[in-house]
């Protein structure tokens, strides 16, 4: 449904790029692309997720969370 970037993190030694993520599918879907996210190079978290009903499709849910994606700060 929608990604947008937060305000990146300079930390020692890394930067935290955080990504709100709003999706609407089945949970198999869902579940195949947390998959997916975790085959990725980069290191990953994923917080405040929230998984809601939605009421008017049988079978879909809402995914709301963030993933942060970290890098290493090159500048350090």
Do not use: C, H
Request: glycine fraction near 4%.
């Amino acid at each position: 449904k929608t990604i947008r970037t937060l305000k990146k993190k300079d930390n020692s030694g890394y930067i935290e790029q955080p990504l709100k993520m709003e999706l609407v599918g089945n949970f198999n879907s869902f579940y195949s692309f947390l998959l997916e996210l975790e085959k990725l190079p980069r290191i990953m978290k994923i917080r405040e997720l929230k998984l809601k009903k939605q009421t008017k499709q049988e079978g879909r849910i809402a995914a709301n969370f963030i993933v942060s994606i970290f890098f290493q700060n090159k500048t350090s």
